[in-house]
């Protein structure tokens, strides 16, 4: 049976969640996102076919295809990873649900931008054809057409001081004229905000993760699964194409929860987050404490939190950790994460898109090796440029790169597995401040220069962290490479209690 498909896609989905540089729009912007494959999806739907369709259907009997049945005339294939697949029985339909749901797109979530694929002979018989077919359409009108969702600015407006747009009658909580699609994240942000239990909540306002004065750091995390695009394009049916999704969210879902139980488990036993010797002190909301932690895009295999810095690597590598040890069909997962740490008011676009730079190092080694890596940068000088600008224009030097990850999660074998890194901070904060950061200076010199410094350590009796069969604490650097730059750099951003 031939059908008429529709895949719904977001975009720029990162550019519209991470615009504003204030927590509470960006969870807002997230929850608004979800909202457009529910409640906009669905009242599209009930006014093109003047009757409520169930959009949960898929999720909850994924082996039963309705619409292949004579009196069902519009099916939700699936939902899932930022799209939506629908079924069409006639094109009449299809165009008419566009119509609809882009029309309620722009009243209901203003400023996000939607793409369609469209085809009219979908085969479910011939679903992995039909599905690359579907794909390939998607991509063409994305590159075609490019929507304005937004009114459009002109030199006597007044401008929205949350966005780049235009301000209109609406005002915020600080009375303050907003343009709608800050209103709309406003709006939304304390529907998005969850609540664990009575002792723990989460907070909308990005100043209380635990940060203190002299350490006024956030760490953007992204964590995004490997090769779930390869696993997707190998579906040979829909029913298949439903199970994976479903599985990939309840994997995803199941790892965040227990990364939280575990950062619960540290602050009710760990003397770091005690609340008068401890590193972190926590704020309370209402009589509960506030989390350090801040979910803000959670669906799929795709993840983003914040945290205060101190804890963005350890809370990447327990998610990834976890994240391994579920299955699908009898299949592994693993992961890659990307960490930037900056200060609380830096951009929040500009750290999202240096995590997603840095997740895009840490897939180029995982393709290599077939691993789990994690790798980070902390932005506190201001730098601008892409990552590898900065890497090769300020952590480069003539022996070599100082940047030594990404770091491997899965394996302790491997001379860059994040067990080595976190060794070696161990050891470094055993070690006089002062003799550690005149090691951070010998780095940028020549490598004689630095062997010399490390002969004076040996006479003072201080002797360099080592890595398993490598002779990186005798000779600083080995084929251009050093792992202590990166452990220095940390060593601030990393709690000896979660070493």
């Known amino acids: 049976m031939t059908l008429s498909a529709l895949l719904i896609d977001t975009v720029s989905i990162q550019e519209y969640i991470f615009s504003s540089n204030k927590l509470k729009e960006n969870i807002g912007a ?67 649900f566009i119509k609809n749901y882009t029309k309620l797109l722009l009243v209901k979530v203003p400023g996000l931008k939607t793409a369609f694929g469209i085809i009219h002979e979908f085969d479910l018989k011939d679903f992995k054809n ?57 709006k939304f942000s304390d529907k998005a905000k969850d609540i664990l239990n009575d002792k723990y909540t989460l907070t909308n306002d990005i100043e209380e993760l635990g940060q203190q004065e002299g350490r006024d ?90 945290s205060d810095g101190r804890l963005g690597v350890w809370l990447a590598e327990i998610f990834i950790k976890e994240f391994a040890t579920q299955t699908i069909n009898n299949e592994s997962l693993s992961a890659c994460g990307g960490v930037c740490i900056t200060k609380t008011k830096y951009p929040f676009y500009r750290a999202y898109k240096l995590a997603e730079d840095l997740i895009d190092r840490a897939k180029k080694e995982s393709r290599k090796k077939e691993g789990s890596y994690i790798d980070f940068f902390i932005s506190s000088s201001g730098w601008s440029g892409s ?33 080595n890194l976190k060794n070696i901070i ?11 950061m005149k090691l951070r200076e010998m780095l940028f010199e020549d490598k004689d220069n630095a062997k010399i410094y490390v002969e004076e350590l040996k006479d003072s009796g201080i002797k360099l962290p080592e890595i398993t069969n490598r002779s990186y604490h005798l000779d600083i650097w080995i084929d251009g490479k050093t792992p202590y730059f990166d452990a220095i750099e940390l060593i601030d951003f990393y709690p000896e209690g979660l070493l």
């Open 130 to 186: 039909s599905m690359k077919n579907l794909h390939e359409n998607l991509k063409e009108n994305k590159n075609k057409y490019f929507p304005n969702v937004t009114l459009p600015k002109y030199g006597f407006t007044l401008d929205c001081p949350r966005t780049n747009e235009s301000a209109e009658p609406f005002k915020d909580d600080d009375g303050k004229f907003v343009s709608s699609v800050a209103l709309a994240k406003l």
């Open 30 to 96: 997230s929850f608004l996102v979800k909202k457009i494959y529910k409640d906009v999806l669905k009242e599209a739907l009930k006014i093109t076919f003047g009757r409520d369709i169930d959009i949960n259907e898929w999720k909850n009997n994924p082996s039963c295809i309705k619409i292949i049945q004579a009196n069902d005339k519009v099916e939700i294939g699936y939902i899932g990873g930022g799209n939506a697949l629908v079924l069409f029985k006639g094109k009449d339909k299809t165009t008419e």
């Open 217 to 306: 750091y956030i760490a953007v995390v992204h964590i995004d699964g490997n090769k779930m695009g390869e696993r997707f394009s190998k579906c040979e049916s829909l029913i298949e194409y439903r199970n994976l999704s479903i599985g990939v969210g309840n994997a995803t879902e199941k790892t965040f929860k227990k990364m939280i139980e575990i950062l619960i488990d540290k602050i009710e036993k760990s003397k770091t987050f005690d609340s008068k010797d401890g590193e972190f002190k926590l704020s309370t909301e209402n009589g509960k404490t506030i989390l350090p932690i801040r979910p803000i895009v959670l669906g799929g295999d795709d993840i983003t939190f914040i």
């Open 387 to 419: 990552l590898d600008d900065i890497f090769n224009k300020h952590l480069s030097t003539v022996n070599g790169n100082l940047h030594f990850g990404p770091y491997r999660v899965d394996s302790t074998n491997d001379e860059k597995a994040i067990d």
């Open 426 to 436: 161990k050891e470094f904060k055993n070690i006089p401040k002062n003799k550690v």
